[in-house]
């Protein structure tokens, strides 16, 4: 067996960025922009996992309950008005479990036509170590709660933490989940390697995350609102050739915080004065993407393959 094989997960395949099956966007937009809110609920105490520990601190942790607890208190208000007043809806990457704990919170992205898609049951409680029925539970119980709390479909998945399994994939086509914000390898949606039916990954930046911002690079707001900026310029350019998709993945807890706020509306502000610009939500992007483009990219992948040997 060739290195490639058994150096490479085969979750998709190769095919460069130029030169690919051109994507369009509706209303001719160069690029789809999608805000990703991460609402969800850490458990102060939670069950351990054998594999990683839920609190950088002793459990219970509760300097770190408390500062994600802000999130949902007081940072998701900031954030939404931000997002009201530019005309963005969000596709709430949520913790399934949020919807006991805060409904306030679930009815007013709800009253505004925002997409809810999966981010697990509690972000505390991790994929690692489960059998595939297990975390297929995970999944039913998501499609579940989010049907009876909002009466829409789980058409995404972004896993608690980013815990993941080889078999994942798998199991989120087997239960119509229509895309994943789990892989982190393109600017552009790309068919996923499944066993049976259509799963896509849709770009969700590390990058652009609020969290690897403030927490890892602990960047400044002013920093992050040019950071965005920068990567809208750069795949709006891009997208003259063929559609892009930018991502903001956010948590209400870091954003939300008031001396961080402007910058990021005032980013959000610049985004949506241009014209080409698709503010659309996760779901959307899938379903455009699979109705108009995935067979096309998906024999371009195939052939470039073959070409490969």
Same mark, same amino acid.
């Given at each position: 067996?060739?290195?490639?094989?058994?150096?490479?997960?085969?979750?998709?395949?190769?095919?460069?960025? !130029?030169?690919?099956?051109?994507?369009?966007?509706?209303?001719?937009?160069?690029?789809?922009?999608?805000?990703?809110?991460?609402?969800?609920?850490?458990?102060?105490?939670?069950?351990?996992?054998?594999?990683?520990?839920?609190?950088?601190?002793?459990?219970?942790?509760?300097?770190?309950?408390?500062?994600?607890?802000?999130?949902?208190?007081?940072?998701?208000?900031?954030?939404?008005?931000? #997002?009201?007043?530019?005309?963005?809806?969000?596709?709430?990457?949520?913790?399934?479990? /949020?919807?006991?704990?805060?409904?306030?919170?679930?009815?007013?992205?709800?009253?505004?036509?925002?997409?809810?898609?999966?981010?697990?049951?509690?972000?505390?409680?991790?994929?690692?170590? #489960?059998?595939?029925?297990?975390? !297929?539970?995970?999944?039913?119980?998501?499609?579940?709660?989010?049907?009876?709390?909002?009466?829409?479909?789980?058409?995404?998945?972004?896993?608690?933490?980013?815990?993941?399994?080889?078999?994942? #994939?798998?199991?989120?086509?087997?239960?119509?989940?229509?895309?994943?914000?789990?892989?982190?390898?393109?600017?552009?949606?790309?068919?996923?390697?499944?066993?049976?039916?259509? /799963?896509?990954?849709?770009?969700?930046?590390?990058?652009?995350?609020?969290?690897?911002?403030?927490?890892?690079?602990?960047?400044?707001?002013?920093?992050?609102?040019?950071?965005?900026?920068?990567?809208?310029?750069?795949?709006?350019?891009?997208?003259?050739?063929?559609?892009?998709?930018?991502?903001?993945?956010?948590?209400?807890?870091?954003?939300?915080?008031?001396?961080?706020?402007?910058?990021?509306?005032?980013?959000?502000?610049?985004?949506?004065?241009?014209?080409?610009?698709?503010?659309?939500?996760?779901?959307?992007?899938?379903?455009?993407?699979?109705?108009?483009?995935?067979?096309?990219?998906?024999?371009?992948?195939?052939?470039?393959?073959?070409? !490969?040997?």
């Amino acid at each position: 067996m060739s290195r490639i094989m058994t150096n490479d997960p085969g979750l998709y395949g190769y095919l460069p960025y !130029r030169g690919r099956p051109k994507i369009t966007w509706p209303g001719d937009a160069r690029i789809a922009v999608w805000i990703a809110p991460n609402i969800e609920f850490y458990e102060m105490n939670p069950e351990p996992n054998p594999i990683r520990a839920p609190w950088p601190r002793p459990n219970p942790d509760v300097v770190g309950y408390s500062h994600r607890d802000y999130g949902n208190r007081a940072g998701w208000q900031r954030m939404m008005r931000a #997002m009201d007043e530019t005309g963005f809806r969000g596709s709430v990457s949520l913790n399934v479990a /949020l919807c006991e704990h805060h409904p306030e919170i679930i009815k007013a992205c709800a009253d505004r036509g925002w997409e809810f898609f999966s981010h697990g049951i509690y972000n505390t409680r991790y994929t690692y170590g #489960m059998t595939p029925e297990q975390e !297929r539970a995970i999944i039913v119980d998501s499609r579940e709660t989010i049907a009876k709390w909002t009466g829409q479909s789980l058409d995404g998945w972004l896993s608690p933490a980013l815990s993941n399994n080889t078999w994942t #994939m798998d199991l989120l086509a087997e239960e119509g989940v229509l895309y994943t914000c789990d892989l982190f390898h393109d600017d552009q949606p790309t068919p996923i390697n499944v066993a049976g039916g259509k /799963l896509i990954s849709i770009p969700y930046s590390l990058e652009m995350n609020d969290t690897i911002v403030y927490n890892t690079n602990q960047y400044t707001p002013r920093h992050y609102g040019e950071m965005i900026k920068r990567q809208f310029d750069q795949l709006y350019a891009e997208g003259a050739e063929s559609g892009t998709v930018m991502c903001v993945p956010l948590h209400p807890y870091l954003v939300g915080q008031p001396h961080r706020i402007d910058a990021f509306a005032e980013a959000l502000a610049y985004i949506a004065g241009h014209d080409k610009v698709w503010l659309a939500t996760g779901r959307e992007i899938a379903r455009h993407y699979i109705d108009h483009h995935y067979d096309a990219v998906a024999s371009a992948i195939s052939a470039h393959d073959a070409k !490969r040997g």
